[in-house]
């Protein structure tokens, strides 16, 4: 007797999440850049109408192996939620993450995978904003939010961490547009320009600055 339609097997998760590990394996290696649904079949051992039907296409494919890397990269997140005694060392300790990633080829790989992919197909790169990027400014924005003399308003505190994750992930930007690593010299003087502006910056105004009103009712520069 024939299944009916839409009825999945027993082990359907199972089999989908071992198609999974293995595309995310693929993804991950050295050159891999837009695969197409042949290459991703190959990798995964198994035929493309077999992908169509875990995954029912491409995008499904890809937005399965990106919300995959989210899992992964939990214990990072964990990293940046991490609060410390004082803003001083917050911002050090956020400056050292920065750096150990600069030489982590599964980060670069993540987001020079997701940021070609998203910048071709806008499904894509929404995912990757939801389940890699916001989740990661969410966690720098805890950070802040709890260390000692850091920002008191979450709000606030997720504009700065949206500058602090900007400023840091330009290097996968880089490495996922024109596979271009920054000369040593320049990222440790980049890292130490960022350390010293964010750390007076949140010393300083650790809610914002404070604006004045001109005489005309625009808002001037910070007093």
């Known amino acids: 007797m024939a299944r009916p339609v839409g009825v ?4 359907f998760e199972k089999k989908k999440s071992d198609l999974i590990d293995k595309l995310t394996s693929f993804v991950l290696s050295d050159g891999v850049a837009l695969p197409s649904m042949r290459q991703l079949a190959i ?15 491409r995008d499904g494919v890809i937005i399965a192996v990106i919300e995959r890397l ?18 001083e060392e917050s911002i050090a300790g956020f400056i050292k993450i920065v750096k150990d990633l600069s030489g982590n080829d599964t980060y670069l790989r993540s987001h020079s995978f997701s940021i070609r992919e998203g910048m071709v ?26 260390t000692p003399g850091g920002s008191k308003n979450f709000a606030t505190a997720r504009v700065a961490a949206r500058a ?12 996922a547009l024109a596979g271009m690593r920054p ?13 010293n502006w964010f750390l007076h910056g949140f010393l300083d105004y650790p809610d914002g600055p404070v604006l004045s009103t001109a005489s005309d009712g625009r808002e001037a520069r910070p007093r």
């Open 8 to 11: 999945r097997n027993p082990d």
């Open 43 to 57: 990798a995964a051992d198994t035929s493309q109408p077999t992908l169509n039907h875990y995954f029912s296409d």
């Open 70 to 87: 989210r899992i992964m990269s939990e214990p990072l997140r964990r990293q940046l939620r991490y609060a410390e005694r004082t803003v």
């Open 121 to 146: 197909n806008p499904a894509v790169l929404k995912a990757y904003i939801e389940q890699l990027v916001d989740p990661a400014i969410d966690a720098i924005a805890e950070r802040i939010v709890k």
């Open 164 to 175: 602090l994750y900007d400023a840091a992930n330009s290097i996968a930007m880089r490495t």
């Open 183 to 195: 000369d040593a010299d320049e990222f440790e003087r980049q890292l130490a320009l960022m350390e």
